[in-house]
């Protein structure tokens, strides 16, 4: 394999620019992006998210001194010149972790084989980005096999995002009794479905059962979203309109005021109307939620750490330009009622909180170190991510030290014990494998 692979490499990461993005000084993403890649950003440009990891569609890119080969020859080396790292060599982390798969460790090459089973993001929301949805393993698989063009990867994307900034969501379906207060005060969805499925709506009770409970949602809201563009038009007209006039009055609930926004972002689309069926959730910086395959979501404003199994697969069906998948999305989803979990924090020492999904693929650990103070992550048998959000300090490993300050992304391999110290302060986040599966003594064989 050649040289001795270090504990810790740089990452060189990619930015995407979505119109739902924050733009420019705005963002967190460009302010992150620029101190990671040395490149000017554009102040009028929108700057939505901040990609680490290894997934084709927004590669990181393995940072190499000269004269450090870090298990590769200097022969395979991808020479990329200009910015911050133009006395470097790079290397796209993919490539990098198949030519040297033991910075995975045991437990994780066994379970997804030379691949990071997780994708790290910084996202900056200053608009409702899609109603959506990602896909569990066996129908990513054949989405990916029907339309590659469109499903990236055949990999599931379970996902959690954990609040910057107060940080504004559609999560999931809302439960019974606000759904027939929902029929009962939202007179254009009665119009645009029926009004035979609206009273199947408000005559349901909790000891019709699961089952019924979900056949009558999932009509109610296929019905909604396959409804012509002219209906809809003209129906989110009349409710913009009734809104309108009680915001005069100040009766508006937040769920209104929410509609109304939409409608000024994305006007005349089917996702204004169905945002009534949604949980409206408003998360507190530190605050984190989860979602798993087929659960429907929408991210409306603010920024959050996101973190989810390596995968790009989204089926949208409103709130976006994008293609929309509108009969699969309705087909795929679980269509389970009530908010979602806020995941508990878990204090490992007075400055690290864990957030633990119930994924195998990741986890999520937020370290606020105040001045002149230093803290420990114990060598764990996975990958590591972390990004430096705010501060500067020093990352030590076993013989080795590295300055660290905001922008800077660093992977971690598997086994390898990081003491972190700052004169100044410093606020970071580091992904990995989730504990929970590191400790079982079993691992499955990869598909």
């Known amino acids: 394999m050649g040289a001795e692979i270090p504990g810790v490499v740089k990452l060189k990461c990619s930015v995407k620019n979505y119109d739902w993005g924050k733009v420019g000084k705005e963002s967190a993403v460009a302010r992150l992006y620029a101190k990671n890649s040395g490149e000017e950003t554009d102040a009028d440009g929108p700057y939505a998210e901040f990609w680490m990891g290894s997934h084709e569609s927004g590669p990181s890119y393995v940072v190499v001194s000269e004269g450090v080969n870090a298990g590769l020859t200097n022969g395979e080396l ?18 990098w972790i198949e030519r040297n798969p033991s910075v995975l460790g045991d437990k994780a090459l066994k379970k997804w084989g030379p691949n990071l089973p997780f994708l790290f993001k910084v996202l900056s929301v200053a608009k409702a980005l899609s109603i959506q949805a990602h896909p569990d393993k066996d129908l990513a698989a054949v989405l990916h096999k029907q339309q590659p063009e ?18 504004e969501a559609l999560c999931g379906f809302v439960g019974l009794e606000e759904l027939k207060t929902v029929v009962h005060t939202v007179p254009e969805i009665i119009e645009v479905v029926g009004s035979s499925c609206a009273d199947q ?22 019905s909604l979203m396959s409804v012509s563009k002219t209906v809809i038009s003209d129906v989110i007209s009349k409710l913009i309109s009734r809104l309108n006039l009680k915001r005069e009055v100040r009766e508006l609930t937040e769920k209104e005021e929410l509609v109304l926004r939409l409608e000024k972002q994305y006007p ?26 087929n659960e429907p979501h929408a991210y409306i404003h603010g920024d959050c750490i996101e973190c989810m199994a390596t995968s790009d697969n989204v089926v949208r069906a409103g709130l976006t330009p994008k293609n929309r998948d509108v009969q699969t999305l309705c087909s795929m989803l679980t269509y389970k009622q009530g908010s979602p979990e806020i995941l508990p924090r878990v ?20 370290c606020d170190l105040p001045q002149e103070t230093s803290t420990a992550f114990p060598a764990v048998p996975g990958p590591s991510i972390f990004v430096v959000m705010a501060g500067e300090g020093t990352m030590r490993v076993p013989f080795f030290k590295q300055l660290i300050a905001e922008g800077d992304v660093l992977f971690v391999t598997a086994n390898t014990e990081i003491s972190i110290e700052t004169v100044s302060g410093l606020n970071l986040y580091r992904a990995g494998v989730n504990s929970r599966f590191l400790e079982k003594s079993g691992v499955s064989t990869p598909n």
């Open 201 to 222: 709506v408000l005559t349901l009770s909790e000891e019709d059962g699961e089952a019924k409970l979900k056949q009558v949602l999932r009509s109610l809201f296929t």
């Open 347 to 366: 204090h490992l020492n007075p400055y690290t909180v864990k957030y633990l999904p119930p994924f195998d693929e990741f986890e999520v650990d937020r």
């Open 78 to 95: 991808e020479r990329e010149d200009g910015c911050k790292w133009k006395n470097y060599n790079l290397v796209s982390l993919k490539d």
């Open 150 to 167: 469109v499903y990236k990867d055949d990999n599931h994307k379970p996902e959690m995002a954990l609040a910057l900034t107060e940080f």
């Open 268 to 293: 005349g689309d089917v996702g204004i109307i169905a945002a009534f069926l949604f949980n409206y959730m408003k998360l507190n910086p530190g605050d984190a939620l989860y979602l798993g395959a």
